[in-house]
């Protein structure tokens, strides 16, 4: 039977790198694909970003392949009024994807595209495991007229299974970024992976690294990292900065897991609005949050090891989109991929 993948275009560049991604799939295998609208297209037509429609329609396929959400139209200060935003919160939430896979892996034909020197770059290869459901992102919100707050707390099984994920996929070392030195959350976020790490994972190593000198570290020696294991918000932010080391957000994908049902994957960048319509969008994030949706979602590991080299031989032979600095747009960079694959 064909695995059923639901596909959300969303808003921005999404509707625009979504068709030719679905082109490449086609190529690899019998898939079919059922697109829902979501974020602010969803906003538009129903009133909310993520519909209970949509969420059943997640839950019962194989794998949900999202491209981005977001966009001016949409934003607001206002709390009341729905956000795009808030259908990719849910969904991370709904299907239980506590786990957020960002590798970064900087491609040898990319080395120059970087505005990090290639000498620093050169042989990176780290992993980003970001906790997706939980932090500061699902605490308790709270607005007045002149005050506001957002509530930041951990469980220990909440910090325990992100930090098994971690330990698992480490080939050597993890290092565990917090705040542990101000917050409560990473105080308690340290002692659990430590006691964890203690009882499974003694041949792994482990450090702990302050969320602001990891910042530092990441762009001074990136080389340094095998798995970073961190926080919501501190995951968030350390992969738009890991990305850099990759040339640009327009190469870096995501797979979003639970511990069953379907995953989730997306590039790590977002609708880009201020290039939203002009056909030059770098689709390459996309077809490689594919290739992890191939790999991690449907265990079809040639089938992502194939997309992976396409994207690579294209590069190899120039493809350089206008993020990369090249002139190549949308389209041109799918039919090099194509052609490559
Ligand atoms: P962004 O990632 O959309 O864009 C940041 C910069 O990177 C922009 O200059 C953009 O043009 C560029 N860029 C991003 N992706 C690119 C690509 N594939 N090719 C070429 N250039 C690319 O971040 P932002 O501007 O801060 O956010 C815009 C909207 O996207 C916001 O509403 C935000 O909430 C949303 N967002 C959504 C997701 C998601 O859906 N997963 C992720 C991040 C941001
Ligand atoms: C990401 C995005 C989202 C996040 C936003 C759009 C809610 O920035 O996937 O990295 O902060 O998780
Ligand atoms: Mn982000």
Redesign the pocket.
Known sequence: MAHLIVTLP?????PE?MPPTLELLRRLGDFEFEEHLF?GASIDAHGTALTDETLAACRRSDAVL???????K??TTDPHKPR??QG?LGLRRGLGLYANLRPVKPLPALYDASPLRRERIEGTDLLVVRELTGGIYFGEKTRTETSASDLCSYTSEEIERIARTAFEAARSKVSSVDKANVLETSRLWRQVVSELHAREFPQIELEHVLVDNAAMQLVASPRHFDTILTENMFGDILS?EAAMITG???MLPSASLGSDGPGMF??????????AGQG???????FLSAAMLLRHGLSLASEATAVESAVERALDAGLR???LGGGDGTERAAKAVLENL
């Open positions: 969303g808003d921005g560049i999404g790198i974020g999202l491209a981005a959400v977001g966009g001016p949409w934003d795009p935003e990719l738009d640009s957000i327009g997306e590039p790590v960048h977002g609708s880009a609005p201020d290039i030059v969008a770098n689709p390459l994030a996309m989109t206008p993020d």
